[in-house]
C-alpha cells in the first residue's frame, strides 16, 4: 500500500489549496481515509476524515473551510483548502485505515503548506 501526498505549496492569507493523495494497493471506498496536520514546533493532530459510508468530520479550527472528498475512481483523496489562515501552516499527511477493526493502516509522506500573512 502506498500513499503519495502532493499539492503543498505557499499561500497569502485567505487563498486556497487542494492537497492530493494518490493512492495504491488500497481500494479508498473500504478504508477511512484522514488528513493529518504537524505544525512547526507542534504535535500532529487530525483535520479532516471521511468514512467508507462519506461521512466527513474536522476539527473544529477548519470547519467551514476545509473540505474532504474523495473520488474513488482515482483512487485519490483530495482536502480542498480555501480562506487559509497563517495558523494552517503545517506540513499534511493522508492517512488510512481498513480491515475489520481498522487493523491496518498506511501513512503518505507529508506535504508542506506554508501560509503567509
Known amino acids: 500500500v502506498q500513499l503519495q501526498a502532493s499539492g503543498g505549496g505557499l499561500v497569502q492569507a485567505g487563498g486556497s489549496l487542494t492537497l492530493s493523495c494518490t493512492t495504491s494497493?488500497?481500494?479508498?471506498?473500504?478504508?477511512?481515509m484522514n488528513w493529518y496536520r504537524q505544525p512547526p514546533g507542534k504535535q500532529r493532530e487530525l483535520v479532516a476524515s471521511?468514512?467508507?459510508?462519506?461521512?466527513?468530520n474536522y476539527v473544529d479550527s477548519v470547519k467551514g473551510r476545509f473540505t474532504i472528498s474523495r473520488d474513488n475512481s482515482k483512487s485519490t483523496v483530495y482536502l480542498q483548502m480555501n480562506s487559509l489562515k497563517p495558523e494552517d501552516t503545517a506540513v499534511y499527511y493522508c492517512?488510512?485505515?481498513?480491515?475489520?477493526?481498522?487493523?491496518?493502516?498506511?501513512w503518505g509522506q507529508g506535504t508542506l503548506v506554508t501560509v503567509s500573512s
Open positions: 494497493g488500497i481500494h479508498i471506498g473500504f478504508a477511512w
Open positions: 471521511i468514512t467508507t459510508g462519506g461521512s466527513t
Open positions: 492517512h488510512g485505515s481498513w480491515g475489520p477493526r481498522h487493523q491496518y493502516d498506511s
